[in-house]
């Protein structure tokens, strides 16, 4: 059963309307400047900064809500979920700033947010993010991680999380999707 559940994943891919989904927006750190600098999104919302310079910079909100040291290559990505604006700034070169606004409009799909948050938390299992669309195949809404050859789903038969790594065909039970929106901070 298992293999064939396997093989369906595999096989059928019905894309649903991302139309509500959270969206992941990218910033370049580029001759010593985020860009772009001033950012407003939606409550729900993931930036990307990618570092194009050679020299290591970092991302580091002046709250410490975030923080992360880039080398030349690396990307670090968050995803928003409380409104408000935020400020932040290069801990390595202090004149680098930007700021993001995050507007509290529209419905945050609880089950994108726990994918995003997944991607960003587990990205050596679920790889690449930023993927905004979801497969369906009753029951499963699902996405198909491409460079890991991995899945992550949503059952709404019983509201849990599975997942399936590599070629090893094993459909593993996560627990319930509930639990796990408790943890991300998605409910």
């Known amino acids: 059963m298992r293999h064939l559940v396997a093989l369906i994943f595999s096989c059928f891919f019905l894309i649903v309307s991302s139309a509500a989904m959270a969206e992941t927006v990218t910033v370049k750190i580029q001759d010593f400047s985020f860009i772009p600098n001033?950012?407003?999104?939606?409550?729900g919302d993931s930036?990307?900064?990618?570092?194009?310079?050679?020299?290591?910079?970092?991302?580091?909100?002046d709250a410490t809500l975030w923080s992360s040291d880039l080398s030349q290559g690396a990307s670090f990505n968050f995803v928003f979920n409380d409104a408000g604006t935020y400020t932040y700034s290069c801990r390595f070169h202090p004149a680098m700033r930007g700021t993001v606004t995050v507007a509290?409009?529209?419905?945050v799909n609880p089950t994108s947010c726990f994918f995003k948050w997944a991607e960003t938390?587990?990205?050596?299992?679920?790889?690449?993010?930023?993927?905004?669309?979801?497969?369906n195949f009753p029951p499963y809404t699902y996405r198909f991680y491409s460079a890991t050859n991995s899945y992550l789903a949503v059952s709404s038969t019983d509201n849990h999380v599975y997942y399936m790594f590599g070629s090893d065909g094993v459909i593993r039970d996560a627990?319930?999707?509930?639990?796990?929106?408790?943890?991300?901070?998605c409910q």
């Open 47 to 61: 930036i990307t900064w990618t570092n194009q310079d050679s020299a290591v910079h970092s991302t580091t909100q």
């Open 175 to 185: 627990g319930v999707l509930t639990d796990w929106l408790a943890t991300s901070a």
């Open 38 to 43: 001033a950012i407003s999104i939606n409550k």
């Open 104 to 107: 509290d409009t529209g419905a």
């Open 121 to 135: 938390n587990y990205a050596q299992f679920f790889a690449p993010a930023g993927n905004d669309s979801f497969l």
